[in-house]
């Protein structure tokens, strides 16, 4: 079995020790280097070819927002966890859109950050569906007409089972639940996936979720209350 290569960011040297004692001593994992602040991290990457990423979002010169930007855009990124004290903020949306698959608090228990980390490098997303609303509760609240415009157009470039594929995403569901609701197989989904990704031009499945709510649909996809509220 191959170790995942795991580069650890944050401020914090104590922070930095204690995730590596934490995710260091499981066998699948293998810390291949630290950085102290975002202005290191492209250095780091480069120095040692991490798999994952875990980036804290809050640094001094460079924070993790700023430098999740940077990596995400380069060829063959790694992926990008961000670690964070709120659950869900302005902060951690931004990264989420700049290509994050996903963040988890500073104080979530080794065995979910452990577990996070599997989940990212084997191609998955980190957010639960509950969380996913969260975030989508807290875009409601900040300006989103430009945004909405924005990606209604982008939107276009899908078919329409495309469009139904990355509504699914956008309500949190699985490959599999998305393939029992669509009556289609599961590496049909998974090709619809990774078309829609393509033509979006995006990283991963959080991204076509907040598209598909910046857009408008999941609101449109809502079935009305039968009490009609």
């Known amino acids: 079995m191959t170790a995942i290569r795991l580069l650890l960011v944050d401020d914090d040297p104590l922070v930095r020790a204690g995730l590596s004692l934490m995710l260091g001593g499981a066998d699948d994992i293998e810390i291949v280097g630290e950085a102290a602040d975002g202005t290191e991290v492209g ?3 480069d120095r040692t070819r991490p798999d994952v990423v875990l980036m804290d979002i809050r640094m001094p010169a460079v924070d993790g927002l700023t430098a999740t930007e940077r990596l995400r855009a380069r060829p063959d990124a790694p992926q990008v966890v961000v670690l ?3 659950h869900a903020d302005e902060q951690v949306l931004r990264a989420l859109r700049a290509g994050a ?3 988890v608090l500073k104080d979530t228990p080794p065995a979910e950050i452990l577990a996070a980390v599997r989940r990212v490098a084997a191609g998955d997303p980190v957010l639960s569906p509950a969380v996913t609303r969260q975030l989508m509760d807290h875009a409601a ?10 990606a209604r157009e982008r939107v276009t470039a899908l078919n329409d089972r495309e ?3 990355a509504v699914a995403v956008g309500q949190g569901l699985s490959n599999a639940e998305i393939a029992a609701a669509l009556y289609m197989s599961v590496a049909t989904v998974k090709t619809h996936v990774s078309r829609a990704l393509a033509k979006l031009d995006l990283n991963n499945r959080v991204q076509i979720a907040l598209l ?6 999941l609101e449109q996809s809502a079935e009305p209350d039968p009490d009609g509220h």
Not at 212 to 217: M, P, Q, S
Request: glycine share 10%; net charge positive; hydrophobic share 45%.
């Open 84 to 86: 964070t004290t709120f």
């Open 141 to 150: 609240g900040s300006p989103a007409d430009t945004r909405r415009a924005r």
């Open 212 to 217: 598909a709510y910046d857009a408008g649909l």
């Open 101 to 103: 698959a996903g963040f």
């Open 43 to 45: 250095a780091a990457v």
């Open 163 to 165: 469009r139904e594929v």
